[in-house]
């Protein structure tokens, strides 16, 4: 028989593996697998409402207009949201990997700005997923942004399925 202090801490021990072992993620977030297939219009780009709830969302047309936001580091900033059609990317919203990309109209020193990132897990209505604003930085200088066309373009990826969208809007100062 073991004595009563080994016991405790073998119990301990076997007690940490298992909450070690329910705190990892069942599936692997960090690459994306690469997709084997496109599916047209199943992504729309967008804004969240004014309440931010799950499926108060605006599409944004091409030809639009989309505000910028002064960020809270005193940068100028877009932040679009997406709306993914769930039937149509056949997505558990788990594990997303998202791009996007701005790029902006006659600056040809002004390189594109985006960012990839992995989206554990949107949050939806039955019928899309929808992220949270992305907050894209584009200048600290407003006079470089106000009335310029900002072609923005991203990709979603899930469960080997992708889909992608592009829309050119017109930037807005409106404070």
């Known amino acids: 028989m073991m004595p009563r202090p080994a016991i405790l801490l073998l119990a301990a021990a076997l007690t940490a593996a298992g909450c070690a072992a329910d705190s990892q993620p069942a599936d ?22 004014a309440d931010g709830a799950a499926g108060d969302f605006r599409p944004v047309a091409d030809g639009g207009a989309m505000e910028l936001e002064l960020g809270s580091q005193g940068g100028w900033m877009i932040t679009p949201t997406l709306a993914i059609d769930r039937a149509m ?18 600056n040809p020193a002004m390189p594109p700005v985006g960012f990839d990132l992995m989206v554990p897990e949107l949050a939806g209505t039955d ?35 992708a889909a992608s969208c592009q829309v050119a809007v017109r930037l807005e100062n409106r404070r």
Do not use: K, W
């Open 28 to 49: 692997d977030c960090s690459q994306p697998l690469s997709p084997a297939s496109m599916v047209e219009d199943a992504v729309v780009l967008g804004l969240a409402g």
């Open 89 to 106: 990317m056949a997505s558990d919203g788990a594990c997303v990997h998202v791009t996007v990309e701005v790029a902006l109209d006659g």
């Open 127 to 161: 019928d899309h997923f929808y992220s949270e604003p992305l907050p894209v930085l584009l200048s600290y200088d407003l006079a470089e942004l106000d009335a310029r066309t900002a072609n923005i373009s991203t990709t979603v990826e899930d469960d080997e399925v």
